[in-house]
């Protein structure tokens, strides 16, 4: 066995061999060098408004999430061989990353199943004019998709009914239900605000009307202005909504919708009787208010 000798470091070697030299990591004397090039792309991409990450949160939660963990090595690894403000912005990026995961902002966790959802509501409305009742009543909610940031189309029915009251002589009296039934159609903007959907828009179109005639208000025209017959109908009329919603995400497959609105619509009411025809305007705006949820089954 051959003898070892120890150079001046204390480092045994054979006789003969070149003496051990510690292998040192090449000095970096730009700071850009030291980056990966995967880390100088992002920054150069960071400014760029046309990528489509950068206009999305979802986007930028995934390169958030990819900065943090293609970091090589241990943390001790990554302190020698990352300059000192690389460091510092990967602990900026992991705080960020658990203020998001606090929040709920990731929109992994949003209503994420099923393109289309349906579920109960409860909507209240509110006459806006003297003669005109509000009503509570139960209905249908649903939802296509999930939707987006951004302008876009808007469509609805927003269906509605109210009672109206009429003088007859010197006193006032019900009259009847009036049956509004709007299809619209409009114009609106959407932002997405961690797990819930803000959207404002502002709807049109044509509404279909009817008219019920109480019997009461039957007797006492008859009564009060000696008619013989009577009858009612409802002219249709064009309707405008402005409205303002917010879709929150409960789970992947359960959302909550909540809705105010308020819907423009004058339609003509004329009662035929054996005296003549009586043709009278109604105002019959309406304040909405909606709240429903649903469940996505496909």
Request: net charge positive.
């Amino acid at each position: 066995m051959p003898k070892l000798d120890a150079d001046a470091r204390g480092t045994q070697h054979a006789p003969g061999a070149p003496p051990y030299e510690r292998k040192r990591l090449p000095v970096v004397t730009d700071a850009s060098q030291a980056k990966p090039q995967w880390w100088q792309q992002d920054e150069k991409d960071q400014d760029n408004p046309r990528r489509e990450d950068n206009r999305t949160g979802c986007g930028r939660w995934h390169r958030l999430c990819r900065e943090i963990l293609r970091c090589p090595g241990s943390p001790a690894v990554a302190r020698r061989l990352l300059p000192a403000e690389l460091m510092k912005a990967r602990a900026r990026s992991l705080f960020c990353l658990l203020v998001l995961l606090a929040t709920g902002a990731p929109s992994a966790l949003a209503q994420t199943g099923g393109t289309f959802a349906i579920g109960p509501s409860l909507s209240m409305r509110r006459g806006m004019a003297a003669g005109t009742k509000g009503e509570i009543s139960p209905g249908i909610q649903w939802r296509f998709g999930h939707g987006r940031n951004g302008w876009g189309w808007h469509y609805g029915l927003s269906w509605y009914s109210t009672d109206l009251d009429q003088p007859v002589g010197a006193e006032v009296a019900g009259f009847g239900e009036l049956r509004v039934r709007p299809f619209l159609g409009g114009y609106g903007y959407s932002r997405r605000v961690g797990r819930t959907l803000f959207t404002a828009k502002l709807m049109g179109g044509y509404a279909i009307n009817s008219f019920e005639l109480l019997p009461t208000f039957d007797d006492r025209y008859r009564a009060s202005l000696n008619a013989s017959t009577i009858s009612a109908d409802a002219s249709n009329t064009l309707v405008l909504k402005p409205d303002v919603s917010a879709w929150v995400d409960l789970s992947r497959k359960v959302g909550l919708n909540i809705s105010l609105g308020y819907m423009v619509a004058r339609p003509d009411v004329t009662v035929s009787s054996s005296l003549g025809r009586d043709t009278r305007q109604i105002k019959a705006d309406v304040l909405m208010f909606r709240v429903g949820a649903v469940y996505s089954i496909f």
